[in-house]
């Protein structure tokens, strides 16, 4: 049965990579001298003017020149990913410029607004602003945070932005599912709303986990969050980039720090989004030692791009752990 790292080398030599190792090695030296250069390109862009409900005004520096970047505009919230298009603008020769484009008609009379410039070789800048200030303000979000656990026992939360006179569900779960249908331990009644505290006990089921989620419901308000269930903390888990195949394939090799015979799933997705809500490309579990190599394909949405960020998310579980690679056929860890 052959190996990552044999399978590995089976596919680069596939794409009939015939340079010489001695060149190859110049080569990633240069092309690693290259990227850490453009690794000091963050584009960025200030709201300069708004008409309400017409346009907006930017200002943009330290954008790599000569690139065509989509601009897109969306609700507040997204960073305009997958925002409606509204023009294309190329960065210029020094990569500053001045640029107004207008507001599309499905945002008219939105209250926020997020705009986003991105180009086909991966760099992006995103920034928002204010559009319609006599749109209502939007009902606050009722949230919750943890004021105190007593490990296996009880935990502690306290609410925020509660509506008021609403009797709300309370139920605890693995670390995940957001609490949803998980173990009912009381009910919370909000009385004047606001800020207020409650304590509920932990679960006979979920006593023992690291991690676990709390949700409290009451349609059609809910909120959710998670506490530690222990006296020491988690270990933080790391992976390294072993190798690269450019839109092709990265092989991965987990740290020590890796918790041992857990299962992760395998994300990908753009610089920026620690791969959270990536496109799911595989999976693998850590084994008896935590230390493990596997290999992932690069998704077609993703290919092109310059850096992409991979993402190993435990299931049903606590752990997680996040790095990114260039997109260049490169080696970096021994056999």
């Known amino acids: 049965m052959k190996t990552i790292v044999e399978r590995f080398a089976n596919r680069r030599s596939r794409l009939k990579v015939m340079v010489p190792l001695a060149l190859m090695a110049i080569f990633l030296i240069v092309l690693g001298s290259a990227a850490a250069q453009g690794d000091e390109v963050v584009p960025t862009f200030t709201i300069e003017n708004v008409v309400v409900d017409g346009s907006v005004s930017i200002l943009a520096q330290n954008f790599p020149p000569n690139q065509d970047f989509v601009v897109t505009m969306g609700p507040i919230g997204t960073l305009g990913i997958n925002g409606t298009p509204v023009a294309i603008t190329n960065s210029g020769l020094f990569g500053a410029f001045s640029a107004t484009y207008p507001i599309p008609p499905n945002l008219v009379g939105a209250r926020q607004i997020a705009i986003r410039l991105q180009s086909p070789q991966g760099y992006y800048s995103y920034n928002w602003f204010w559009n319609n200030l006599t749109e209502p303000a939007p009902a606050p979000i009722p949230t919750i945070s943890i004021d ?95 190798g690269v195949i450019r839109d092709d394939a990265v092989v991965i090799r987990t740290d020590p720090s890796f918790p041992a015979n857990r299962d992760f799933v395998v994300m990908m997705n753009y610089m920026g989004t620690l791969g959270i809500d990536g496109y799911a490309v595989g999976g693998f579990n850590s084994g008896p030692t935590g230390v493990t190599s596997a290999m992932f394909s690069i998704p077609s949405g993703l290919r092109g791009l310059d850096q992409i960020q991979i993402r190993a998310e435990e299931v049903g579980g606590p752990f997680y752990s996040y790095n990114y690679f260039d997109n260049q056929t490169a080696i970096y860890c021994s056999p």
């Not at 709300?168 to 331990?185: K, Q």
């Not at 409290?216 to 903390?233: A, K, L, R």
């Open 148 to 242: 105190s656990v007593v490990v296996n026992e009880t935990v502690t939360i306290r609410t925020h932005n509660f509506p008021p006179d609403m009797t709300f569900l309370v139920t605890m779960g693995h670390m995940g599912t957001l609490g949803i249908n998980g173990t009912p331990v009381g009910t919370l009644y909000s009385g004047a709303g606001g800020e207020m505290t409650a304590t509920f006990p932990i679960p006979v089921l979920l006593k023992g986990l690291e991690r676990i989620a709390i949700r409290t419901q009451g349609n059609p308000f809910y909120s959710y969050n998670w506490f530690d269930n222990q006296t020491e903390p988690l270990p933080t888990p790391t992976f390294a980039i072993c």
